[in-house]
């Protein structure tokens, strides 16, 4: 693409994402830029879960991966799908030995009962040590999903599934 072409498509984006979001919107100063020029050493209070939602595919040779996002991306909630688990496989192998305590996640698994033999299906959802979660047992159905509460304040739980 020559230069006028590709000042003419920035021109076009620039005009598309205005109308989309509203000019107000797009004068709004980036948070991670107020955090970043803050000179205090306090951490702010972190107002925002962040959840993550892996399709693992078996997450029985996926462990060191799965370490490996966790410990960059630091998510307080993880929602897996396709674990390829059974009753045989334990919690404590989804993650590889000898990692850090803040690492390792309560986890709560829902394994499919008709697929153990073809090794297929299976979910889970890991929450982080520091929030207090409970599995929902009177949810608890023959459809393929897990419910947990997780208190994310004093006096509110978010229920995820």
Known sequence: MNETQSSHANSIESELTSSYLGES?????DS???????TSLTKPKKENLDILVINFQSVKNKRTE???II????????????THTNSTFNNAEILPANVPAEHIYQTFRKDRKELIEKGGGGVLIMVRPELAAEECLDLDTDCEIKWVKVAVSKSENILIG
């Open 66 to 68: 799965l370490h490996n």
């Open 25 to 29: 919107h797009m004068n709004k100063t």
């Open 32 to 38: 991670t830029s107020n955090y970043m020029s803050d």
């Open 71 to 82: 410990s960059s991306c630091a998510p307080d909630i993880i929602i897996g799908t396709e």
